[in-house]
C-alpha cells in the first residue's frame, strides 16, 4: 500500500511537469490605483483587447487594490475608471513576467472632485469566487463593529457557533487559518479586530491546507503598503440588559520605511458577561422515576482581558522578504458560577444549590518565523515558516454547596484546582512553480507536535477549612501528538475554458495520552490517512460553472480525550472521552454563478461524526456531560445567495439555505427523531445617506433543527447600526443595537434511553455598543515596491 501511494505520487508529480506549456502570455495583472495624495481609490478595471480596444472581461476594486486573472493575452489595454478621477487608459505588454504587479499607478484627481463634492464608495461585504469560497470584508463594513473574532465570524454568511466551536452551514465544523496558517481556537482572543481585512470561508479546502476540519476560515489581516506611520484609537462601550456592562480600548500601530515595516497592537477588556443553561432531566417509568430541573448561571467578571502584539518584515528585495511576529493574550476572569437543582425521585425529595467563587487566569505567548522566496519571473515562490506557542490555564475554585434531602439539610465545601499547559509547535515549507502557460504546481510538507498536560485535584472539606483531596475527581492528564504531512497539488487549464485542481495530502498521526483517572489509562495510536481533492469550474456565456470533491478528518479536541471531571452540580459533571475517536467526511458539491447570484448544492458522508450527549453517571441521579461518536452521518444541503445595489445608497447581501441532516446510531440507546429540512436565512444591507450618516442592518435566521439525535428550536438575530464619519474620515462616531429581540439562545431536547433532556442556554448577546473610532498618521509616497505573489504567504507577516 505504501510502495503504491509512493507510485501515485511520483508519477502525478512528473506527469505534472511534463504538461506542455503555451505561448508566453500574461495571465495575470494586477496594481494598486491612488491619486496625487497617495490616497487609494474606488473604481473599475476593464480588461480590452488589441488592437480592437474590445470588451474583454472588468472587475471593481474598493481599495486602490485591482486584480485580473486568467488573462492569456501578450498584449492588450486597461481602462480605469471612476467618479474619483478621470478615465486612464494604459498599455500592457508581455515582458517576461506571466503574472504582473503592475506596483502603484498614480492617476488624476477628477476634476468633479472638489471641495464642496465628496465621493463615497462603500465596501461590498460579500464575494463569491468561482472556486466556491465565500469572501467576506470586514474592514469599512457593519463587522468591523465587532470587538472580537468571535463576534466577527458569528455574524458572517453561513457561519455558526456552539461552544467555541465554528461551522459552516451545510458543511460542519471549520478549523481557523491566520493568514494561510492554522491556528488554534485559543489564538482567536490574541487577533485584534481593527488590522482584519477580510475572512475567507473555504468550503472545498485544496490539499494544501491541513484535513483537519470539514471546511476552513481564513482570516485575513491587513498589508501595510505605504512609507510612514500610521494608526488607529478603538474605544467600545458596551451594555447589556442580560449580560451588564464592558467596555474595551483597542490601540493599532504600523510603520514602514524603506523594506522595513512594523507593526504593533494591545488591546483590554474588562466588565461583565453572562450565560444561563435551564437543563430539565425526567425519566417517567414509575420505578425509575426522576424530575431533575437544573438552572445554573455563569457570571463572569472580567478583569482583564488583554491581547497584544508585535512583528517586523524586512524585505532583502523585490523578490524575498524575512518575517518576525509575535502575539498573546492574558485573561483574568473572577465572578461567581451559581446554579440550583431540584430532584424528585420515586423516594426522595431534593434540593441542592451550589455557589463557585471563580479565580481563572490564562495566558499565551505564540512566535512565527516566515521566510519568502520569490524564484523566477513568472511567479513561482517558496515559503519556509515556523510557529512555537505555549498556552497557559490555571483554575481556582471555591464551592460551597447546600441541600436539603427530604426534610435533612446538608452543606459541604470543594476546592477545585486546575493547572493545563499546552505547547504547539509547527514547521512548514511550501514550494509552487507556475508554469509559462499559467498552469500552476505546488508541493509541501509540514510537521506539527502538541503536548497537552493537565492536572485536576480536587479537594472536600465539610467544614470549609479541613480539605482531603478527592481522587474520585482528580485526575492527571497528558497527551503527546505529533503528525507529519505532505501534499502536491496541480491546477490549470484546458480547452481554453476549463481550470481544474487535483491534489492529495497523505497525514501520518501517532498519539501517546495517559491518565490516572479510572486506576490509569494509557492510550497510543499511529495511522496514515490520504485525502484527495479535486475541481473543476468554465464559464458558458456568463454562467459559471462548478464541481468539487474533498476529504477530510476532524480529530477529537485536546480537551475532548481529558477524562477530567469538571464540577457543575452535585449531580452534573463534564468529562472529556479518552476513546473517541476521529471521524472522517467525503464531500462532494457543485455550483453555478450567474450574474450576482450564486447557488451550490452538495452531500457529505461521514463515517464516526462526533457529537455531544448527557449520559447516565455512576449513581443513579447523575449525569455526565461528554463528547461520542456516532455511526454514521448524512448531510445534504443547497445555498442560493444574491447580493445587489440600488445605486449608490443601498448595497445588499442574502442567502437561503437548506439543511437536511440524518444520523445512525448503533452503540447508544438514543431515540432518534425523523430528519427534516432545516432553512437557514441571511441578509446584510448598508444604507447611505450622502454626507449625513451609513445604516447598516444585519440578520440572520436558523430554523427548526431535526438531526436525528437532537431537536434544536429556530434561533434568529437582528443588529442595526448607524455610523458617521467627521474630520475627513479621520473620526468615525457609530451606534449599534445587537441581537435586539434576544433570540440566539440555544434550546432543544433528545432522548437517552428512558431519559428525555431539555435544554436552554441563553448569552449576553443583546447588547447596546456606542464605538469611537479616530486613525491618525501620515503617509509619504515610496519608489520601492514589493511584487512578491500569494497575498496569504505576505499577510503571514502580521
Known amino acids: 500500500m505504501k510502495v503504491s501511494v509512493l507510485t501515485i505520487f511520483i508519477s502525478f508529480a512528473l506527469f505534472c511537469f511534463v504538461v506542455p506549456s503555451n505561448a508566453q502570455q500574461v495571465t495575470t495583472v494586477k496594481g494598486k490605483i491612488v491619486n496625487p495624495a497617495n490616497e487609494p481609490l474606488i473604481g473599475n478595471v476593464i480588461l480590452l483587447s488589441a488592437p480592437d480596444s474590445a470588451f474583454v472581461k472588468g472587475a471593481a476594486f474598493t481599495d486602490g487594490n485591482f486584480e485580473l486573472t486568467g488573462i492569456n493575452r501578450k498584449e492588450f489595454f486597461l481602462k480605469f475608471n471612476s467618479l474619483q478621477f478621470p478615465d486612464t487608459i494604459i498599455r500592457v505588454q508581455y515582458q517576461g513576467e506571466a503574472q504582473l504587479n503592475l506596483g502603484t499607478i498614480l492617476v488624476a484627481r477628477s476634476k468633479y472632485h472638489l471641495n464642496e463634492v465628496q465621493v463615497v464608495g462603500n465596501t461590498p461585504l460579500v464575494r463569491y469566487s468561482p472556486s466556491g469560497t465565500v469572501e467576506v470584508n470586514v474592514a469599512n463594513t457593519a463587522l468591523a463593529s465587532s470587538n472580537s473574532v468571535t463576534e466577527i465570524l458569528t455574524r458572517s454568511p453561513n457561519v455558526l457557533e456552539s461552544d467555541g466551536r465554528f461551522s459552516v452551514f451545510g458543511k460542519g465544523e471549520a478549523i481557523i487559518y491566520l493568514n494561510g496558517k492554522q491556528i488554534t481556537a485559543e489564538r482567536l482572543a490574541s487577533i485584534p479586530t481593527s488590522q482584519i481585512s477580510k475572512i475567507e470561508i473555504i468550503g ?4 494544501k491546507y491541513d484535513a483537519e476540519g470539514k471546511a476552513v476560515i481564513n482570516i485575513v489581516t491587513k498589508v501595510k503598503t505605504d512609507e510612514g506611520l500610521m494608526g488607529t484609537f478603538n474605544q467600545f462601550l458596551t451594555h447589556s440588559p442580560f449580560g451588564g456592562n464592558n467596555a474595551s480600548s483597542a490601540l493599532d500601530l504600523s510603520y514602514m520605511k524603506g523594506r522595513l515595516s512594523l507593526v504593533g497592537n494591545y488591546s483590554i477588556l474588562w466588565g461583565e458577561t453572562k450565560e444561563r443553561l435551564h437543563t430539565i432531566r425526567t425519566r417517567p417509568d414509575a420505578d425509575d422515576y426522576l424530575n431533575s430541573d437544573l438552572w445554573t448561571d455563569w457570571n463572569r467578571k472580567l478583569k482583564n482581558y488583554s491581547n497584544y502584539g ?36 420515586k423516594t426522595d425529595k431534593s434540593y441542592y444549590t451550589s455557589g463557585i467563587k471563580k479565580d481563572d487566569h490564562r495566558w499565551n505567548n505564540s512566535f512565527t518565523l516566515n521566510y519568502n522566496l520569490k524564484t523566477d519571473s513568472l511567479g513561482s515562490t517558496l515559503f519556509v515558516g515556523t510557529q512555537y506557542s505555549k498556552f497557559n490555564s490555571d483554575v481556582n475554585d471555591f464551592i460551597e454547596e447546600n441541600s436539603v434531602v427530604n426534610t435533612t439539610p446538608g452543606l459541604r465545601f470543594l476546592k477545585n484546582l486546575v493547572g493545563q499547559r499546552i505547547w504547539i509547535s509547527a514547521t512548514q515549507a511550501d514550494y509552487a512553480k507556475v508554469f509559462a502557460s499559467g498552469n500552476r504546481l505546488e508541493l509541501g510538507a ?28 482528580s485526575n492527571k492528564f497528558k497527551y503527546v501528538e505529533k503528525i507529519p504531512a505532505a501534499y502536491i497539488s496541480y491546477s490549470g487549464t484546458f480547452a481554453t475554458k476549463m481550470n481544474y485542481t487535483l491534489g492529495a495530502r497523505g497525514e501520518w498521526t501517532n498519539y501517546d495520552l495517559t491518565t490516572s483517572a479510572n486506576s490509569g489509562q494509557s492510550l497510543s495510536d499511529s495511522y496514515f490517512n490520504i485525502f484527495p481533492n479535486a475541481s473543476i469550474s468554465t464559464s458558458v456565456n456568463k454562467w459559471k460553472l462548478r464541481a468539487a470533491y474533498s476529504s477530510r478528518i476532524t480529530r477529537p479536541r485536546y480537551q475532548s480525550l481529558n477524562p477530567l471531571v469538571i464540577y457543575q452540580d452535585p449531580f452534573t459533571t463534564i468529562e472529556g472521552n479518552p476513546n473517541l475517536i476521529p471521524e472522517k467526511t467525503h464531500s462532494f458539491e457543485v455550483g453555478a454563478n450567474y450574474s450576482d447570484y450564486d447557488l451550490k448544492i452538495g452531500y457529505n458522508y461521514t463515517i464516526d461524526p462526533i457529537d455531544a450527549a448527557a449520559l447516565r453517571g455512576s449513581s443513579p441521579n447523575s449525569y455526565v456531560l461528554k463528547a461520542i461518536n456516532l455511526y454514521r452521518g448524512h448531510l445534504y444541503f443547497a445555498t442560493l445567495s444574491k447580493s445587489f445595489s440600488v445605486r449608490k445608497w443601498w448595497n445588499s447581501v442574502n442567502s437561503v439555505s437548506l439543511n437536511y441532516l440524518k444520523q445512525v446510531d448503533n452503540k447508544y440507546d438514543f431515540q432518534m427523531l425523523t430528519p427534516r429540512p432545516q432553512i437557514y436565512l441571511y441578509t446584510s444591507n448598508t444604507f447611505t445617506v450622502p454626507d449625513l450618516f451609513r445604516l447598516q442592518l444585519l440578520a440572520w435566521y436558523a430554523g427548526d433543527k431535526y438531526s436525528g439525535l437532537y431537536y434544536d428550536q429556530h434561533r434568529s438575530t437582528v443588529t442595526l447600526g448607524i455610523e458617521r464619519d467627521f474630520l475627513r474620515n479621520k473620526l468615525r462616531l457609530k451606534f449599534m443595537a445587537n441581537d435586539i429581540f434576544h433570540s440566539t439562545a440555544s434550546r432543544g431536547n433528545y432522548d437517552v434511553g428512558k ?17 469611537v473610532t479616530y486613525n491618525f498618521g501620515k503617509l509619504t509616497k515610496t519608489d520601492f515596491k514589493t511584487k512578491t505573489t500569494g497575498q496569504s504567504e505576505n499577510n503571514r507577516a502580521n
Request: charged share 15%; net charge neutral.
Open 204 to 207: 472545498n479546502p485544496s490539499a
Open 310 to 345: 508585535l512583528g517586523a518584515q524586512y524585505n532583502f528585495s523585490e523578490k524575498s522578504n524575512l518575517s518576525l511576529a509575535y502575539s498573546g493574550y492574558l485573561e483574568k476572569m473572577g465572578g461567581t458560577t451559581n446554579s440550583r437543582n431540584s430532584i424528585d425521585t
Open 446 to 473: 509540514k510537521f506539527s507536535y502538541v503536548e497537552n498536560t493537565s492536572a485536576t485535584n480536587f479537594y472536600t472539606g465539610p467544614d470549609g477549612s479541613n480539605f482531603k483531596q478527592d481522587s474520585g475527581l
Open 755 to 771: 431519559t428525555y433532556i431539555f435544554f436552554d442556554r441563553t448569552y449576553s448577546t443583546n447588547y447596546f455598543r456606542f464605538i
